[in-house]
């Protein structure tokens, strides 16, 4: 049996728990109230007030922030002596604590007494340079107050002590100082002794880059590279570098020719012409991809790549030809041929691309509906392919079906397609293709009600195309509850998704025509600049995505426009100057644009930001 002195020991214990749970909560609240108000009357400037609430939260919580307020305020108000004598007595409490004596420092600082607060920060620095967390610590202390020498002095000397790199850190200093030289020096130091920081010496430049105004930041980091792969040439980890920032900035044949260099020193046997061509080829710069994939089928077939490398150059060749507007039937017909003598010679299992290209030649530009239709049936029957393959066939041979006149047949396969992958991304494109069907044939209550499903709890790539159909329906039916002008509108998106250009570029202009007032018009025109872009017409092409900017620059496709036509006068027409022009007026006019990185790179690289080829 328990004693009674026990029992009253064990009755304190479990009153002094409940007023702590009971409490916790309230003190919360007043701390955040007293924090909040605190920094009202320091922004407010009334620092007599802030001050004494700094100071009593600091004495109850001892936050450091808290006493970093207390001081500032005290230093607004001059008085200096009572900050002085207080933190000196935090000092003597926490010896061992160096950022005390910068906030010290700070103090005679603020005093006039230069001499003093020398003495307290570099007696910071000496009890800092010890470790590296305090390294870091304290040197954050002197970078947020600007102290930018004190923080070098502090990674130099942690740096000998500890036998510690702190480039990356000394780096970082650099740019805030800045002096985009030395810090470019330092993170090449820093890849120098450890090559694996390279991805984050990417990254930095990336948002450095993008933030910065420094028009020769490019120049700058290509020269320092050039001089070093010159110096160390078995330090590859430079002319990896060098490629990112070539790819970065467009660059892509001067990428090349670094690529094929690393890759004859290492016997690379051409795994990163691959995915440089890859790379390429998604970017639609098909002749370099092609070049690329070409460097290592010439290797021979004895390379353990070559077969890859040959799948890849068909599918950007098939890439090349459906995005050409001067294809040729004859071209479209080799390409066909070679893909059927591929496919045969290639296992099942590595065929697919191949299969899915074929296909899509047949169908889509050779007029052979039935003949695809027939192969990919064959091709689901025979169920060699992975699942998700066979489910990507299946979402083409609806496609086909409906590029067919098929609309019913092709909802039927959707519907199986989507049946068989419930819950996942196949799935969701099943339905997702429904949906846009049933926009084609007008019947957007029912497309709507779809597309609602799908902008939750899909991948985000449906989810957007979900996102914007649905926007597009939602905002150009609101006034007009006949779905007259929309259904013209959804019918020219069938017309040109069974290749009728002509017939498409007629039902828009009727639009026009028929509803010269419609909340349509600037998609009318900017649907009318992408299919004359497709037919090669660039000069309508740039005429209609000219009256988009022109005429509805407030609209939601203003900068996509303007964006567009850029592109098109930099990449198709090579008119550099008015590129140039378009750039611009995209940064001016659109400065929370999507596009506007992207600009701001093409025109640096288009108004020259990079070494003359006497250098390269």
Request: with cysteine; net charge negative; charged share 25%.
């Amino acid at each position: 049996m328990k004693s009674t002195g026990s029992l009253i020991k064990t009755l304190l214990i479990l009153v002094v728990v409940l007023a702590a749970v009971v409490l916790s909560p309230r003190t919360a609240m007043a701390q955040t109230y007293d924090q909040e108000l605190a920094a009202q009357y320091m922004n407010a400037r009334e620092f007599d007030k802030a001050a004494i609430l700094w100071e009593q939260l600091y004495d109850k919580y001892r936050y450091r922030q808290y006493l970093t307020n207390y001081l500032k305020c005290l230093s607004e108000l001059k008085e200096f002596e009572k900050a002085e004598k207080f933190i000196k007595k935090e000092v003597k409490r926490n010896e061992n604590d160096p950022s005390l004596l910068v906030e010290l420092g700070l103090v005679y600082v603020a005093m006039g007494n230069t001499q003093d607060a020398d003495a307290q920060f570099n007696k910071a620095i000496k009890l800092s340079a010890v470790s590296k967390a305090q390294t870091i610590n304290t040197a954050n202390y002197f970078l947020t107050n600007r102290m930018f020498d004190y923080a070098e002095v502090l990674y130099t000397t942690a740096a000998a002590q500890q036998k510690v790199n702190f480039d990356f850190e000394l780096a970082n200093l650099y740019y805030f100082q800045r002096n985009y030289q030395r810090m470019t020096e330092k993170f090449l130091d820093l890849l120098f002794e450890f090559p694996d920081y390279l991805n984050s010496v990417e990254s930095r430049y990336q948002y450095i880059m993008a933030s910065s105004t420094e028009d020769d930041l490019n120049q700058l980091l290509e020269t320092n590279l050039l001089m070093r792969i010159q110096k160390y040439p078995q330090k590859t980890v430079y002319a990896e570098l060098l490629i990112w920032q070539y790819t970065q900035t467009g660059r892509y044949q001067d990428a090349y020719t670094q690529i094929v260099s690393i890759d004859k020193k290492s016997n690379g046997g051409g795994k990163r012409l691959i995915e440089f061509g890859q790379m390429l080829s998604e970017n639609g710069e098909y002749e370099l991809a092609l070049t690329c994939f070409d460097y290592v089928l010439k290797t021979g077939e004895t390379n353990p790549n070559y077969q890859f490398a040959s799948i890849e150059y068909l599918n950007t060749l098939y890439r090349k030809v459906i995005h050409t507007p001067s294809r040729t039937t004859e071209e479209l017909i080799r390409l066909e041929g070679m893909l059927k003598e591929s496919i045969i010679k290639t296992r099942t299992k590595q065929a697919f691309s191949l299969i899915y290209a074929l296909a899509n030649i047949q169908a889509f530009y050779l007029n052979k509906t039935q003949e695809a239709a027939n192969f990919l049936k064959a091709v689901i029957d025979e169920n060699k392919l992975q699942p998700n393959e066979i489910s990507e066939c299946k979402l083409l041979y609806g496609d086909i079906l409906l590029f067919d006149n098929n609309p019913w047949d092709a909802t039927l396969i959707y519907a199986q397609v989507e049946k068989a992958n419930a819950n996942n991304p196949f799935g969701h494109e099943a339905r997702f293709r429904k949906a846009r069907l049933a926009y084609y044939t007008g019947q957007f209550e029912w497309a709507l009600a779809q597309l609602d499903i799908l902008k939750a709890g899909t991948s985000r790539l449906i989810a957007n195309d979900a996102f914007e159909l649905s926007l597009f329906i939602s905002d150009n039916s609101a006034l007009d509850t006949t779905y007259m002008a929309l259904s013209m509108f959804a019918r020219s998106d069938l017309l040109r998704y069974k290749h009728q250009e002509a017939q498409a570029l007629l039902t828009l202009d009727s639009i026009l025509t028929a509803f010269p007032g419609h909340e349509l018009l600037d998609d009318v025109h900017y649907r009318k600049a992408t299919i004359y872009e497709s037919l090669g017409r660039y000069s309508e092409a740039a005429e209609a995505y000219q009256t988009v900017v022109k005429n509805y620059p407030y609209d939601i496709l203003g900068d996509n426009a303007l964006h567009q036509l850029a592109r098109l006068y930099d990449y198709t027409l090579k008119d550099k100057t008015k590129a140039m022009e378009l750039y611009k007026q995209l940064m001016t006019d659109y400065p929370s644009s999507i596009y506007t990185v992207e600009a701001r790179k093409r025109f640096r690289f288009l108004r020259g930001d990079r070494l003359s080829d006497s250098l390269e």
